[in-house]
């Protein structure tokens, strides 16, 4: 069984940068899948961040360019999230998925709930 | 970027009730459109991939349709246990995109 674990600051200041890692239990991430982020501010819907693929590729949501990083630790079975500038409006809950092609989110990690507030 | 638009955003039906949820797109996805079932502080849950590809384990109530812009997903008989957030995504083409939701209430 596949396993997911978001992990990190849950408060961030404004103008700093978000960091979160997921862990990864029961598949090697670097062996397949596509691995990525989705985050969900209180209350509203859900937005796509990015993902990176297991050779190493990366896609990014325009609406983040330039503020956003995903990369792997292999050696820690992880992937993390890295989102620069943040501001009030980047308050949400974190989440972390698989996906293979042609499919959707499956699993999904439990979800972190990172406010930025000063 | 590939707009999804449900509807309806909420509805409330009785237990044993069908259940209709409509997505469209902006433009083809072709069927590469997920679902996905949320409850309250619960990540979403993997319905259906594909348009119309039950997950294992999934309830045979729930069933999904539509090729193209057009899809739907279908609850047969409306169960207590449903009540949640239900989410279509496309992955036909990066941005990934989710439509922002329908929410089923009990009547």
């Known amino acids: 069984q596949v396993l997911l674990q978001e992990s990190g600051p849950r408060l961030v200041k404004p103008s700093e940068t978000l960091s979160l890692s997921c862990t990864v239990s029961?598949?090697?991430?670097?062996?397949?899948?596509?691995w990525g982020w989705i985050r969900q501010p209180p209350g509203e819907g859900l937005e796509w961040i990015g993902t990176?693929?297991?050779?190493?590729?990366?896609f990014y949501n325009p609406s983040l360019m330039g503020r956003v990083t995903v990369s792997f630790d292999t050696s820690k079975n992880q992937f993390s999230l890295k989102l620069t500038s943040v501001t009030a409006a980047d308050t949400a809950t974190y989440y972390c998925?698989?996906?293979?092609?042609?499919?959707?989110?499956?699993?999904w990690g439990q979800g972190v709930l990172v406010t930025v507030s000063s | 970027d590939t707009q999804m638009t449900q509807s309806p955003s909420t509805l409330s039906a009785s237990v044993g009730d069908r259940v209709i949820i409509t997505c469209r797109a902006s433009q083809n996805i072709n069927a590469w459109l997920a679902w996905y079932q949320q409850k309250p502080g619960k990540a979403p849950k993997l319905l259906i991939q594909k348009a119309s590809n039950l997950q294992s384990g999934v309830p045979s109530r729930f069933s999904g349709s539509g090729y193209g812009t057009e899809f739907t997903l279908t609850i047969s008989s409306l169960q207590p246990e449903d009540i949640a957030t239900y989410y279509c995504q496309q992955y036909n083409v990066y941005p990934l995109t989710f439509g922002g939701g329908s929410k089923v209430e009990m009547k």
């Open positions: 990176i693929y297991h050779t190493g590729n990366t």
């Open positions: 998925g698989r996906r293979d092609y042609g499919e959707g989110f499956d699993p």
């Open positions: 029961g598949y090697s991430i670097g062996s397949a899948s596509w």
